[in-house]
């Protein structure tokens, strides 16, 4: 390690990496490098297989390169690709998705061109910060990219205004008031994060404190929030006094103010609390979900929504089918979805509170006739083994399949094939200059 080589950067790894070849013929991952530039790097880390550098100098840059807007883009964890023209990003994403297929064997002819976002700045509804320092000296912010050193951040380029508000006041609130940042290496300290998430069609937002345990100082901060942070309608507490990173705890109330705010995706209008899952860019989920039931035929017998959240998709889809069945493990999750059923006067709806692939093994052991259509919105690690295998048992004529992770999506396509063929493939640009991608896909059964 240590050594330096020259290296040209050919493609974009999957992560917002430059990917070249060395001297020895190992792939080199090198931040903050561009396709066409030339570099000299200094090696860091050496696998088997692969290496990681870091950029010492530029022989030649990419003429698609861009000067980043943020003074803390490469510091933290968040943005990858402010550095490069949007142009280039969404060309690289789309290129991701089909590349995925071809390594997994499938075609990538039935891939369209990516959905991009006309917003590539300010679109994110949600911001999670941590607090970091010390009493008197708080700074709330970001990680440190691979880290957990938080850096004080005043504006993030990728938050709505309303978060960004509120992330700008904050900070100064609990210096003034000396309320102790918590310390993960010690475990000290009482506030840990602070979540912000908002609303364009109220123009209001919701923050959540996270805090080892409740001192009168939280409510004091909960109250010059609401008081005078312009659009803050309800400010909350989540206690979580277990050492380590994860960060909520499994309590949640509201301190001022109220616990909800809505959004409307296609017509739809959507209660988010302040723990409940929701994609935090409505403008681009408006995109995707619409791509995915373009899928459906006009009408249909029934429709089962695995991995259903806060019923987003089974309530866009309730007018394609006379029954939609939903399924999730979450109960936060769970009693949202059926608030939002309500909210839209949908009664052909039933929320099934259960394991997507429990549910599904069910219904193959009971022999009952399949649903025309299965929803599928898995996390990043995509389908359980046991999901795909029951998938080929159960035997809906369609699958819809919206993914986050592509890699995971052709692998997961790649173990239907026998069964179900790709008809179409849709990639959005849900978080511009961030590396990930989504996509909605359309699998039919064959021979159907």
């Given at each position: 390690?240590?050594?330096?080589?020259?290296?040209?950067?050919?493609?974009?790894?999957?992560?917002?990496?430059?990917?070249?070849?060395?001297?020895?013929?190992?792939?080199?991952?090198?931040?903050?490098a561009l396709p066409g530039e030339t570099v000299i790097v200094e090696i860091r880390e050496e696998h088997k297989n692969f290496m990681?550098?870091?950029?010492?100098?530029?022989?030649?840059?990419?003429?698609d390169?861009?000067?980043p807007i943020c003074p803390a883009f490469g510091v933290c964890g968040g943005c990858v690709f402010q550095h490069w023209d949007y142009a280039s990003e969404v060309r690289y994403k789309e290129s991701r998705v089909r590349r995925a297929l071809r390594l997994a064997g499938l075609d990538a002819g039935v891939v369209e061109a990516i959905r991009t976002c006309a917003h590539p700045y300010g679109y994110r509804n949600k911001g999670q910060f941590p607090f970091g320092g010390q009493v008197g000296q708080a700074v709330?912010?970001?990680?440190r990219h691979g880290t957990h050193e938080v850096v004080g951040v005043q504006h993030?380029?990728?938050?709505?205004?309303?978060?960004?508000?509120?992330?700008?006041?904050?900070e100064a609130i609990v210096n003034a008031i000396a309320l102790p940042p918590y310390d993960e290496v010690h475990g000290t300290g009482i506030v840990r994060h602070l979540?912000?998430?908002?609303?364009?069609?109220?123009?209001?937002?919701?923050v959540l404190i996270v805090a080892t345990r409740h001192d009168p100082r939280i409510m004091t901060l909960a109250q010059t929030l609401l008081n005078e942070v312009p659009g803050v309608h309800g400010v909350g507490l989540n206690l979580n006094p277990v050492a380590g990173n994860r960060v909520l705890g499994p309590t949640t109330r509201v301190l001022a103010g109220e616990g909800d705010i809505y959004e409307r995706i296609l017509g739809a209008t959507f209660r988010l609390s302040m723990t409940s899952f929701f994609q935090v860019n409505p403008e681009q989920a408006a995109v995707l979900y619409e791509a995915a039931l373009a899928c459906l035929p006009e009408h249909v017998d029934q429709?089962?929504?695995?991995?259903?959240?806060?019923?987003?998709?089974?309530?866009?889809?309730?007018s394609k089918a006379t029954t939609v069945r939903a399924v999730e493990t979450n109960p936060v999750a769970v009693a949202d979805a059926r608030v939002n059923f309500a909210l839209n006067h949908i009664d052909n709806v039933e929320m099934n509170a259960a394991r997507a692939e429990e549910l599904l093994a069910q219904w193959a052991k009971q022999g009952k006739n399949p649903p025309w259509a299965i929803i599928v919105d898995p996390p990043r690690a995509g389908l359980d083994r046991h999901v795909t295998k029951t998938?080929?048992?159960?035997?809906?004529?369609?699958?819809?399949y919206i993914s986050c992770n592509p890699e995971t999506w052709a692998r997961d396509l790649a173990q239907l094939a026998p069964v179900y063929s790709l008809q179409r493939a849709v990639p959005v640009d849900m978080f511009p200059r961030t590396d990930h991608v989504e996509v909605a896909s359309c699998l039919l059964l064959n021979g159907n």
């Open positions: 390690m240590g050594e330096r080589e020259v290296l040209a950067i050919d493609r974009m790894g999957q992560h917002g990496d430059g990917v070249g070849r060395g001297k020895d013929g190992r792939l080199v991952f090198v931040p903050g990681r550098g870091v950029v010492i100098d530029w022989l030649a840059r990419a003429s390169r861009t000067h709330l912010g970001l990680y993030c380029d990728i938050q709505d205004d309303r978060v960004n508000q509120v992330l700008r006041r904050a979540l912000i998430r908002s609303s364009r069609l109220q123009g209001q937002s919701l429709i089962l929504d695995l991995y259903s959240g806060v019923g987003t998709l089974a309530t866009l889809a309730a998938l080929q048992e159960v035997r809906p004529a369609q699958i819809i």
